[in-house]
């Protein structure tokens, strides 16, 4: 059996259900690895957003009188028919007050914009986490505001980072994103790509989420679907130093913030190793053994933000040195596993809109284009890579999980059935182009 291309001595995964897969990137799930984090001082640079509005920022606090961390987790709750999803929003607060200790060198506050099924909680909140082992929430009501309509985090989402930052400033901030996300995939019913929030008519994408996102972040931590795809990370870049996501679909299992809390607050740095690894392992065994789910999958990356401009760098380079063009890419892509876990049966993608989304690392090996150079930048943008499945995700040679997927939205990949659909995929094409992986990572220039 030929070496696994992107890996230095580990050896072969084996289709052992629970077992840690050690997939193709160098160290993809090194349990003791080092993550350094820059510290950032509170009140970073004024953000203005793609609206012309710049935030207020809070002047800074002497640092002596500073917390260490301060962490905000922003829940997009108010989902209707999904009762079960809705329902988890509050779990993922009572794991939150469970896990919190006093001796934290910091704060925690949750906003949860809450679901119409609610009924402790009828309008937004945002609450200060006080510690509790209860199945009741029981943390500090610090301010209640005024729902907010469809669309409403347009302006409720950076209003609420401002306020936080200054009632707690700090010497580090953290944020948490929890609610429905897809990555760079598209709504079906629009012609916007997604990125994440509540139900569906209340996505904000990728390029508005980051936008609205205050600069200065140790860490952003998704928890929401399939947002560890190459065009989230290069969007974020600029926000935060680190950034931990799935690139799969995550179950409304929450993750064991119970025993998690800690390495949020860790210092000098946050343990982001720890959470990561910690995180995906207890979501499959929770699928696994106490659900008693016949198949399930937990993919947890740690991303180094600062490293995705040598990626893309990287990229464009691969792409230009082969010649690679649109249709060789999607050549590369038919040949790939797609992340959703299905096979390619559909050669016009129309009716598996989804289905475009691979690994990044997956598709430049199918193109033939897995340099040392290129692994070596992945490596360093993707530094942990911990992925668990009841079936082996790899073939002889490369996995099909390895940290960053892509959505390769180029022309000619997609075929419409009719006008409709033609138009459709043209505001597709139209939206993507606007993303910046798109931009610097070469596709643009592509015939």
Same mark, same amino acid.
């Given at each position: 059996?030929?070496?696994?291309?992107?890996?230095?001595? @580990?050896?072969?995964?084996?289709?052992?259900?629970?077992?840690?897969?050690?997939?193709?990137?160098?160290?993809?799930?090194? @349990?003791?690895?080092?993550?350094?984090?820059?510290? @950032?001082?509170?009140?970073?640079?004024?953000?203005?957003?793609?609206?012309?509005?710049? *935030?207020?920022?809070?002047?800074?606090?002497?640092?002596?009188?500073?917390?260490?961390?301060?962490?905000?987790?922003?829940?997009?709750?108010?989902?209707?028919?999904?009762?079960?999803?809705?329902?988890?929003?509050?779990?993922?607060?009572?794991?939150?007050?469970?896990?919190?200790?006093?001796?934290?060198?910091?704060?925690?506050?949750?906003?949860?914009? *809450?679901?119409?099924?609610?009924?402790?909680?009828?309008?937004?909140?945002?609450?200060?986490?006080?510690?509790?082992?209860?199945?009741?929430?029981?943390?500090?009501?610090?301010?209640?505001?005024? *729902?907010?309509?469809?669309?409403?985090?347009?302006?409720?989402?950076?209003?609420?980072?401002?306020?936080?930052?200054?009632? +707690?400033?700090?010497?580090?901030?953290?944020?948490?994103?929890?609610?429905?996300?897809?990555?760079?995939?598209?709504?079906?019913?629009?012609?916007?790509?997604?990125?994440?929030?509540?139900?569906?008519?209340?996505?904000?994408?990728?390029?508005?989420?980051?936008?609205?996102?205050?600069?200065?972040?140790?860490?952003?931590?998704?928890?929401?679907?399939?947002?560890?795809?190459?065009?989230? +990370?290069?969007?974020?870049?600029?926000?935060?130093?680190?950034?931990?996501?799935?690139?799969?679909?995550?179950?409304?299992?929450?993750?064991?913030?119970?025993?998690?809390?800690?390495?949020?607050?860790?210092?000098?740095? +946050?343990?982001?190793?720890?959470?990561?690894?910690?995180?995906?392992?207890?979501?499959?065994?929770?699928?696994?053994?106490?659900?008693?789910?016949?198949?399930?999958?937990?993919?947890?990356?740690?991303?180094?933000?600062?490293?995705?401009?040598?990626?893309?760098?990287?990229?464009?380079?691969?792409?230009?040195?082969?010649? @690679?063009?649109?249709?060789?890419?999607?050549?590369?892509?038919?040949?790939?596993?797609?992340?959703?876990?299905?096979?390619?049966?559909?050669?016009?993608?129309?009716?598996?809109?989804?289905?475009?989304?691979?690994?990044?690392?997956?598709?430049?090996?199918?193109?033939?284009?897995?340099?040392?150079?290129?692994?070596?930048?992945?490596?360093?943008?993707?530094?942990?890579?911990?992925?668990?499945?009841?079936?082996?995700?790899?073939?002889?040679?490369?996995?099909?999980?390895?940290?960053?997927?892509?959505?390769?939205?180029?022309?000619?990949?997609?075929? +419409?059935?009719?006008?409709?659909?033609?138009?459709?995929?043209?505001?597709?094409?139209?939206?993507?182009?606007?993303?910046?992986?798109?931009?610097?990572?070469?596709?643009?220039?592509?015939?």
């Amino acid at each position: 059996m030929e070496k696994n291309l992107l890996k230095k001595d @580990i050896p072969s995964p084996q289709p052992t259900i629970g077992k840690v897969h050690s997939f193709i990137r160098i160290f993809s799930i090194l @349990i003791a690895a080092t993550v350094t984090v820059l510290s @950032i001082t509170a009140c970073g640079d004024d953000v203005t957003n793609i609206y012309g509005e710049e *935030p207020e920022i809070t002047p800074p606090v002497p640092t002596d009188t500073l917390k260490h961390r301060t962490i905000l987790a922003y829940i997009w709750g108010d989902i209707e028919n999904s009762v079960s999803l809705s329902q988890s929003q509050l779990d993922y607060i009572n794991r939150m007050e469970a896990g919190w200790q006093d001796n934290f060198d910091g704060d925690l506050y949750v906003y949860l914009d *809450p679901s119409p099924h609610f009924v402790q909680f009828t309008q937004p909140v945002l609450l200060k986490i006080m510690h509790d082992e209860t199945p009741a929430i029981v943390s500090e009501i610090v301010e209640s505001y005024k *729902p907010i309509e469809p669309g409403g985090d347009i302006t409720r989402y950076p209003e609420i980072q401002n306020r936080v930052r200054e009632i +707690a400033p700090a010497e580090t901030y953290g944020l948490m994103l929890f609610g429905h996300g897809s990555g760079a995939l598209m709504i079906n019913s629009s012609a916007a790509t997604k990125g994440m929030g509540g139900g569906y008519n209340k996505y904000l994408e990728n390029k508005e989420l980051a936008e609205l996102t205050l600069e200065g972040y140790e860490y952003i931590i998704f928890h929401a679907c399939q947002m560890a795809s190459v065009e989230v +990370a290069y969007e974020f870049r600029n926000k935060a130093d680190y950034m931990v996501g799935s690139e799969v679909e995550l179950y409304n299992l929450s993750w064991p913030f119970e025993q998690i809390m800690s390495y949020l607050f860790a210092k000098p740095q +946050a343990d982001l190793s720890n959470f990561t690894i910690t995180a995906a392992q207890w979501l499959y065994n929770t699928s696994m053994n106490e659900l008693g789910w016949e198949s399930c999958e937990s993919t947890a990356s740690l991303i180094d933000l600062k490293q995705m401009d040598r990626l893309a760098a990287a990229t464009r380079q691969a792409f230009v040195e082969n010649n @690679i063009d649109k249709a060789t890419i999607k050549e590369g892509l038919m040949a790939c596993h797609f992340v959703n876990n299905t096979e390619t049966t559909d050669p016009g993608f129309y009716d598996n809109l989804q289905d475009l989304t691979v690994d990044l690392a997956e598709l430049m090996y199918r193109l033939g284009i897995l340099s040392d150079e290129w692994i070596e930048a992945y490596n360093q943008a993707c530094l942990i890579n911990a992925t668990f499945f009841t079936l082996p995700m790899f073939d002889e040679y490369i996995s099909f999980y390895n940290g960053l997927s892509i959505y390769p939205m180029l022309e000619g990949i997609l075929q +419409a059935n009719n006008e409709e659909g033609e138009a459709l995929i043209n505001s597709w094409l139209e939206n993507y182009q606007g993303m910046q992986w798109y931009q610097d990572c070469g596709f643009a220039e592509m015939e």
